[in-house]
């Protein structure tokens, strides 16, 4: 019986509810343009936090892999001390060098691209901003791949060189052991 009772009220809150609130968004001119308008607004705060994510995350993805260079290059100059031949690890940097330049200008492109689409008016622009949005995720693909290049640059060219560095220095530990 309680129960019944609970249910009967829910249900007359509800109906009231519902009846109020159907007149008030049948008195507004029109609803279409006021969700539009909420919409575009979403959309350009959703665009203007990515930018700002981007933009704060550019440097910290890009000094990753300079750091992992300078690194690299550090250790190159402590086997030149060693003596040993490092002209192709110093290549291997220059090399890197570029990769990581493209990278940089590949990500400043994207977030240009994403600034340039919210420039489109939201509703109005006949599938310009949508263009502009393709044109943005594009670019981002681009510098995905780049960085899958330095990745992969890194594994099968850089490690391979240090390897044989590395290979090189022990040659070279046996050689002063065995004349000793």
């Given at each position: 019986?309680?129960?019944?009772?609970?249910?009967?009220i829910?249900?007359t809150?509800?109906?009231s509810l519902?009846?109020?609130v159907t007149?008030?968004?049948?008195?507004?001119?029109?609803?279409?343009?006021k969700?539009?308008?909420?919409?575009?607004?979403?959309?350009?705060?959703?665009?203007?936090?990515r930018?700002?994510?981007y933009?704060?995350?550019k440097?910290?993805?890009?000094?990753?892999y300079?750091n992992?260079?300078?690194?690299?290059?550090a250790l190159?100059d402590?086997?030149?001390k060693?003596?040993?031949?490092t002209?192709k690890?110093r290549?291997?940097g220059?090399?890197?060098d570029d990769?990581?330049?493209?990278?940089?200008?590949?990500?400043?492109a994207?977030?240009q691209?994403l600034t340039?689409?919210k420039?489109?008016p939201c509703?109005?622009?006949?599938?310009?901003?949508?263009?502009?949005?393709?044109?943005?995720?594009a670019?981002?693909?681009?510098?995905h791949?780049n960085?899958?290049?330095?990745?992969?640059?890194f594994?099968?060219v850089?490690?391979?060189?240090l390897q044989?560095?590395?290979?090189?220095?022990?040659?070279?530990?046996?050689?002063?052991?065995?004349?000793?």
């Amino acid at each position: 019986m309680l129960n019944f009772k609970n249910t009967a009220i829910s249900l007359t809150i509800v109906s009231s509810l519902l009846f109020s609130v159907t007149p008030a968004l049948a008195q507004s001119a029109s609803p279409s343009a006021k969700g539009m308008e909420k919409r575009c607004e979403v959309i350009v705060k959703n665009i203007d936090q990515r930018i700002d994510q981007y933009s704060k995350t550019k440097d910290a993805h890009l000094m990753k892999y300079k750091n992992m260079k300078e690194h690299f290059l550090a250790l190159a100059d402590r086997l030149d001390k060693k003596g040993l031949d490092t002209s192709k690890l110093r290549a291997d940097g220059k090399t890197l060098d570029d990769k990581i330049a493209k990278a940089a200008s590949d990500y400043q492109a994207f977030i240009q691209k994403l600034t340039d689409a919210k420039k489109f008016p939201c509703g109005t622009s006949q599938g310009a901003f949508k263009t502009a949005m393709e044109a943005a995720r594009a670019q981002l693909k681009i510098f995905h791949q780049n960085v899958q290049d330095i990745r992969s640059f890194f594994k099968t060219v850089i490690k391979v060189d240090l390897q044989a560095l590395r290979a090189q220095n022990k040659q070279m530990k046996e050689g002063t052991n065995s004349a000793k």
